[in-house]
């Protein structure tokens, strides 16, 4: 919750430090005020490259006082490190933020100095003087136990890539029922297609045999207009024509013609 009495001149300050910020370069650090209060800032503080918090990211919280700039602000760290001038609870032992605190400086510059802590922590001024001590007899070892600390407690969660990797995997997974079901598709057309061969043969034969049948009717109407066309002559012809042979193969044979003039076909 912000001060319930706050200046003109602190709001006024306030409100410049974020437009400040939205000109600064900030890289992987981060610093804005937490929702609608101005006075709880939120900050992220990447592990310095070649430090032994390198790859970790550091949260921390900012309270301004009512009457900020003139008074420090209190800043706490969330994240638990393994660091001579920050204890257990997130205090914060630095002179910027005691003693030597200025009005001119604003929460960036803060920041980059509790930045630079990280990298040249102040033995001399321990907030933790067992790790101070450590750090000074064995330099070794605190930095092996500065880096457990940091992949325990710091490390950051995992890139976006990751997921989209993840989601990759599972639409490859998913592509391959699809895939399995693509030949039963296909056996399905040829199945349909071998069904619709068998009914052109079934067709076919239907046409072969109507064609068989109208062949002898056709011929036979054609000898029947010959025969009534030439009434002097009393022949007939007389067809005959085997189912079980082809057409082509139709044998006609002569006989002699009755009283009418139709034409008699005799098919086995």
Same mark, same amino acid.
């Given at each position: ?8 001149t ?18 992987? =650090? ?8 101005? %006075?709880?800032?939120? $900050? ?10 390198? !790859? ?5 919280? =900012? ?5 900020? *700039?003139?008074?420090? /602000?209190?800043?706490? %760290? ?11 609870r ?8 005691k ?18 802590l990280?990298?040249? /922590?102040? *033995? ?10 450590e ?9 092996? $136990? ?11 969660? *995992? *890139? ?55 062949? /002898?009717?056709?011929?036979? !109407? $054609? ?22 042979? /082809? ?11 009755e009283?009418?003039?139709d034409?008699? @076909? @005799?098919?086995?």
């Amino acid at each position: 919750m912000p001060p319930a009495v706050c200046s003109s001149t602190t709001l006024k300050r306030i409100h410049r430090e974020i437009a400040d910020l939205k000109k600064e370069d900030l890289g992987a =650090i981060s610093l804005a005020p937490s929702g609608d209060n101005l %006075f709880l800032w939120n $900050t992220t503080i990447p592990g310095p490259e070649g430090s032994c918090y390198e !790859g970790g990211l550091f949260q921390a919280e =900012i309270h301004l006082a009512n009457d900020y *700039p003139f008074s420090a /602000p209190k800043v706490t %760290f969330r994240t638990r490190i393994y660091h001579m001038n920050i204890n257990d609870r997130g205090n914060i032992c630095i002179d910027i933020l005691k003693s030597n605190w200025s009005p001119a400086l604003s929460l960036f510059k803060v920041v980059l100095s509790l930045s630079s802590l990280l990298t040249d /922590p102040n *033995p001399r001024d321990p907030l933790v003087p067992s790790i101070a001590k450590e750090y000074v007899r064995d330099r070794k070892q605190h930095d092996a $136990t500065a880096r457990h600390w940091t992949g325990l407690y710091a490390r950051p969660p *995992p *890139p976006p890539a990751a997921a989209l990797s993840a989601t990759a995997k599972g639409k490859a997974k998913a592509a391959v029922p699809a895939q399995a079901s693509a030949p039963s598709a296909r056996c399905g057309a040829s199945s349909a297609g071998s069904t619709r061969m068998q009914a052109i043969a079934i067709d076919d034969s239907d046409d072969e045999g109507a064609g068989a049948r109208r062949g /002898p009717r056709t011929r036979a !109407g $054609t000898k029947r207009k010959r025969g009534q066309a030439d009434s002097s002559e009393r022949e007939a012809d007389i067809v005959i024509s085997d189912n079980d042979e /082809p057409a082509p193969r139709t044998r006609k044979r002569r006989a002699a013609p009755e009283a009418n003039d139709d034409v008699i @076909i @005799i098919e086995d």
